[in-house]
């Protein structure tokens, strides 16, 4: 019995990781097809946000499949993860400056 749980577990689990995956690719899909319907004047002054969203995008599907205690079920309710993502990484990008006065 001990069993059939812990493969229900892996299998339910693994439903979620592909879950999370999938919206993760939906997203950014969502986000370059807007992206190359703007000017080309626009995806050149966007070009710091577009390469940030996909260093993004590796760094949470690297954690969806190696990292154990992330909490898909939280990820699958984000209205964007990938915009969430981005506006924490920008509000919060000076933390890693070394400052000095």
Known sequence: MTDSVTQQNKEGKSK???L??????FEYELYFMDM?????ENI????????????IVIFLKDNV????NIKLIKMTTADNLIDEFYRYVT???D????TKY
């Open 16 to 18: 979620m990781m592909d």
């Open 20 to 25: 999370v995956l999938e919206k993760i690719d």
């Open 36 to 40: 190359m319907k703007s000017a080309k």
């Open 44 to 55: 050149f002054a966007k070009s710091r946000e577009i390469e940030l969203k996909k260093a």
């Open 65 to 68: 499949h190696n990292n154990n």
């Open 91 to 93: 509000d919060h990008e």
């Open 95 to 98: 933390l890693g400056r070394d």
